[in-house]
C-alpha cells in the first residue's frame, strides 16, 4: 500500500477522517480502527519523516 | 482410485468435512464479482476482481493490467487476469509481488486452529501462466503472526491446471472471534531473495520472511505481456478436497458488498455556498467503517440551476457499518 499524504478533516473543531491517496486513489478514510487503511495510515505516520497533517 | 479409496476418501469427509452447503469459506472464489472494473495498476497494487488484491513491496518500475477474464475452465466461466504491461527490470532482494485474499476471523471457528482438535484444511484452485516454473503460496494467521507455506508447480504454459494443498492443522493460536483478518491466502508471482533465501516453511510457526517462498523460481515481472490467471478457489475444512461450490452470482455479490460497494446517491442537502452533504446507506452491513471515494465529478440540479463539482472531492464527517454522511465540496453553478 503506498500512501503519498495524509491531512485530518474536521467537522465542527473534530477530526472525523483522514483524506489520502492511496495507491495513487484519492480517499476519505473513517477513524475505525478496524479499516484496514486507517491501521495503515497509522503505520506510515509512525515512520520517520512521515506525519498526518493537522486539518485546515 | 479404487471403489475401496473412494468409500474411505466418502468416509473421511463425512466425519471430518462439511458435508453439504457453505463448505467453501472464499469469496468469490469463481471470480464472478468485478465491482470496480478492469484496473491499470501503475504500482501494481489493485484488485482484479472482488475479495483479491495484488500487492507489491518495493517495486518501482512494474505496470500491470487486473481484470476479470472470460478464460475460465470447464464450470466456470470467469478468472482474474494479472498481465505484465510494463517489465520490472531487475527483481531486488525486498522486491515482492503477490495476490491476496483474506477471510475473517469470526468466520474461521470451525477450524478450531489453536486447540487440540484444530482441523486441516483443504485449498483447491485452477491456476494458469504463460510462465513455467515452481510457485510459492502461503497461508498467514494474522491473528497470531504464524505461516505455512507450500509449492505448487506450472508444467505446461497457458493450460488451465488443478491444484489441490491440504493446509495442516495448528493446535497453536487460536483465530479471535472477530471482524479482524484472520487467515490470508498469498499466491506470490515474484519475490526476491529476502523471501526466497531459507527453507520452505512447510509446518505452521512464527512467519520467517526467508522462508515464506523458498523454492520459487518464478517472476512472472521478468517480460511485458506475461500472464497469470486463477479461478476456482475453494478453502474447506477437512482433508478431501470437494467439487468446487459454486453459488449464485447474487450471493457472492451479497457477500462481496461487505468489503466494497458502490453507492450512487443518498439524502442531499446544502451545507455551504460550494458543498453539499449526502447520506448514503449501505447495502447489508459491512464488515468496518469504509473508505469513501469519488467516481467523477457530481452534478446537483436544484430544479432552477445546474451546480457542478469543479474536481472530486469527499470527506467522511460520520458514519458506522450500515451508512455514511459525507461533506462533498467544489460545486460552483
Known amino acids: 500500500m503506498n500512501i503519498t499524504n495524509a491531512k485530518y478533516f474536521q467537522d465542527n473543531g473534530k477530526n472525523c477522517s483522514i483524506n489520502c491517496t492511496i495507491d495513487g486513489q484519492e480517499l476519505s478514510v473513517p477513524l475505525d480502527p478496524a479499516n484496514t487503511d486507517y491501521q495503515a495510515i497509522l503505520e506510515w505516520a509512525a515512520i520517520d519523516g512521515n506525519s498526518i497533517e493537522a486539518a485546515d | ?333
Not at chain 2, 466418502?10 to 484496473?39: D, F, K, P, Y
Not at chain 2, 495448528?170 to 498469498?186: E, M, P, R
Request: glycine share 10%; aromatic share 8%; proline share 2%.
Open chain 2, 1 to 333: 482410485m479404487t471403489k475401496a479409496a473412494e468409500l474411505a476418501k466418502i468416509g473421511e469427509a463425512v466425519t471430518s468435512g462439511q458435508i453439504g452447503g457453505r463448505r467453501n469459506l472464499v469469496i468469490n472464489g469463481a471470480m464472478q464479482v468485478n465491482q470496480r472494473g478492469t484496473i491499470d495498476a501503475a504500482n501494481g497494487n489493485g484488485f482484479p476482481v472482488d475479495r483479491f488484491k495484488c500487492t507489491v513491496a518495493a517495486l518501482d518500475q512494474l505496470v500491470v493490467a487486473l481484470s476479470q477474464d472470460s478464460s475460465a475452465p470447464a464450470g466456470f466461466a470467469n478468472s482474474l487476469e494479472i498481465e505484465i504491461t510494463t517489465v520490472e527490470d531487475a527483481l531486488a532482494a525486498n522486491e515482492t509481488f503477490v495476490l491476496e485474499t483474506r477471510l475473517e476471523s469470526q468466520d474461521l471457528q470451525q477450524v478450531q486452529k489453536g486447540t487440540a482438535t484444530a482441523k486441516t484444511m483443504s485449498l483447491t484452485f485452477y491456476v494458469k501462466s504463460s510462465v513455467t516454473g515452481n510457485y510459492a503460496l502461503q497461508a498467514l494467521d494474522s491473528d497470531n503472526g504464524r505461516s505455512v507455506a507450500f509449492l505448487y508447480a506450472i508444467s505446461v504454459a497457458d493450460t488451465w491446471e488443478k491444484k489441490s494443498i491440504l493446509i495442516p492443522a495448528d493446535t497453536t493460536g487460536a483465530f479471535a472471534d472477530d471482524n479482524g483478518i484472520g487467515l490470508s491466502l498469498v499466491w506470490f508471482l515474484a519475490a526476491g531473495t529476502n523471501f526466497t533465501s531459507g527453507t520452505l516453511q512447510s509446518a505452521w510457526a512464527g512467519t520467517t520472511n526467508a522462508n515464506l517462498a523458498a523454492g520459487h523460481n518464478v517472476n512472472i515481472m521478468a517480460n511485458t505481456d506475461n500472464n497469470w490467471s486463477l479461478t476456482g478457489v475453494q478453502l474447506e475444512v477437512g482433508s478431501v478436497a470437494t467439487p468446487f461450490e459454486h453459488r449464485s452470482f447474487g450471493e457472492e455479490l451479497a457477500m462481496c458488498q461487505r468489503y466494497f460497494q458502490t453507492v450512487m446517491t443518498g439524502t442531499i442537502n446544502v451545507s455551504s455556498s460550494s458543498g453539499i452533504n449526502m447520506n448514503p446507506q449501505f447495502f447489508g452491513t459491512m464488515r468496518a467503517t469504509p473508505s469513501v471515494g469519488q467516481e467523477g465529478v457530481f452534478n446537483v440540479n436544484d430544479r432552477a440551476t445546474n451546480n457542478t463539482q469543479s474536481s472530486t472531492d469527499v470527506s467522511i464527517y460520520a458514519g458506522d457499518t450500515r451508512g455514511i454522511a459525507v461533506n462533498m465540496g467544489n460545486f460552483s453553478g
